[in-house]
């Protein structure tokens, strides 16, 4: 490894913000040397506490991470935010008001902020979410809180990743429960309905209580629902205790754990495959005659997907061993 | 091909709506064939009209795809539903709500409606969206409706494929905004304040004007944004007026255009090797040992990975021609 990068992690892991940072954008950019920089850190990763963020667009998420962020920094806790925010040409790239009640948070000085865009990014996502936990993890941040803008399929799989997932909702003329609803229930730890200074706060507490009563096999594991209030604090003191209870329980459990670990190597794979398909099969101009042929109804995209395929070796191999599939 | 495959595909070009709903399946599960399937139908296909529906969710658009489908079916158009529905365990796999109102459409003679689950097809969902598509165009669906349940990533991604980008909010606590901002602005041809008999429709209708009013760089490109009501049918008619003037664009254009072509070919590799790896490089406990030694702090995910491509002939190429990325 060259030594400017040896440096650049020794210092992050001596608690320099700046390599911290550095360190990121060399493995997002995936620059020359960012898959060392991974093997390299590795051993001395898998001590952090990561708590996974999510629940409808609205839901006042950022506020109430950073309410809870805040307090876990005054208890001595070193913290970590991957603000995973879906960029837009449009909105610049951030929504808004996110961002600057974020850049607020990060004067604490035990809060470090990180804003990783999705645009582009389409299944390569979630191994870049894990890359910049363990990253931040090594840096000796005790706890990593990832926050979703959205709850799509995607949110869904990053947050999936963490140790803890809290789906947070707020009343919002009823309908907020139909967000929470839409396939994310069975990864929630913990339920949370915010701004629940608002009217009809404890109907959607009864309604999730409900769904989770019906669905969830034994009553030990039933995961608690609880109301909070950023503006108002509200319900944040019963926010910390389970919280912290989490963090002392991951402290004493290992490191890491088999099936995350699987699920972080397929998805290593996924995101290199997926990187040679742009860059290599289908990038810089490499399918143009092939995209004539299509157009010109000489042949469709799934024989040339196959045509492209059978340049590689591998697919050859596949294909032979697949003939059921391939035929 | 088999004889039988052959049938199911003649059958459901001649309007039966059975045979295509089971070459839906054949195709979605990956049955022998499916690719065959594809392939045979594909010169047949491209003269519908895709029009793609998102938005948050609580917005009303099964409602409000319900009743412009309705309308368009009683002007003579053939038509085709997808809902993408996150399927969750927990909620029986569909938000229910939603399906009722469905199954009362479905009654409808011009209306053929289908439902994907999004759960366990990530990455896939683009392209087996996609598919489907395909089927109901061969299978002379004159339009083809996708509808999401949620607005992240990987549903932006299903709607982008559409011809046509309907993106829906509604008044609600006036965070709907927000929801329609994250990431999807860019993406739409025509936006939609649903549920306009609610208070706040006005100052939605005037948010989003003002934000697109900002972005787009010619006042001829600014989309429409209009109010709707699926309860008192306000602004339906507008809506299908905006509707029809599409369809007959679309009927006079060019059946695929490259960068839409470009996309699907992607799609495909993409998919297929998302099930190579999840099929015969991580599966049937294929890497078992692997797990073993990163759980043992022998080796790291990044490096398992690596070995576990070198298996595969295609992956040493990359290597050798990668060099400054694997090294």
């Given at each position: 490894m060259e030594e400017k990068l040896a440096l650049m992690i020794e210092a992050a892991g001596e608690n320099s913000e700046r390599a911290l940072a550095k360190l990121?954008?060399?493995?997002?950019?995936?620059?020359t040397g960012w898959k060392d920089i991974m093997k390299t850190i590795y051993a001395k990763t898998g001590r952090t506490c990561v708590i996974g963020v999510t629940g409808s667009p609205g839901a006042g998420k950022?506020?109430?991470?950073?309410e809870f962020a805040k307090r876990l920094g005054d208890r001595g806790y070193t913290i970590g935010i991957i603000a995973v925010d879906p960029s837009s040409p449009f909105s610049g790239g951030a929504v808004l008001g996110d961002r600057i009640r974020m850049?607020?948070?990060?004067?604490?000085?035990?809060?470090?902020?990180?804003?990783m865009a999705t645009r582009g990014m389409l299944g390569g996502l979630c191994q870049a979410a894990r890359d910049v936990v363990r990253i931040m993890d090594f840096a000796g941040k005790d706890i990593v809180i990832i926050e979703t803008v959205g709850v799509g399929q995607d949110e869904i799989e990053v947050v999936s990743a963490a140790d803890y997932v809290m789906l947070v909702t707020y009343p919002g003329g009823g309908d907020?429960?139909?967000?929470?609803?839409?396939?994310?229930?069975?990864?929630?730890?913990?339920?949370?309905v915010n701004k629940c200074d608002r009217e009809g706060a404890d109907i959607i507490v009864s309604e999730i209580s409900a769904m989770l009563d019906l669905s969830t096999e034994t009553a030990a594991k039933i995961p608690p629902v609880i109301k909070t209030s950023a503006f108002t604090k509200e319900g944040i003191d019963e926010l910390m205790d389970i919280l912290s209870e989490f963090i002392q329980k991951k402290k004493k459990g290992p490191h890491y754990q088999k099936d995350h670990v699987?699920?972080?190597v397929i998805s290593i794979l996924e995101t290199e495959m997926v990187s040679i398909i742009k860059e290599r099969i289908t990038g810089?101009?490499?399918?143009?005659?092939?995209?004539e042929l299509i157009l010109s109804g000489k042949s469709d995209p799934y024989s040339i997907a196959d045509k492209l395929m059978k340049r590689f070796t591998v697919i050859k191999n596949v294909e032979e061993k697949r003939k059921g599939d391939f035929q």
């Open positions: 990121i954008s060399h493995v997002e950019d995936r620059k950022s506020s109430l991470v950073g850049r607020d948070i990060s004067t604490y000085q035990n809060i470090f902020i990180r804003s907020s429960v139909q967000a929470i609803k839409a396939g994310v229930m069975e990864i929630g730890d913990l339920f949370v699987r699920q972080e810089n101009g490499n399918m143009e005659k092939e995209l």
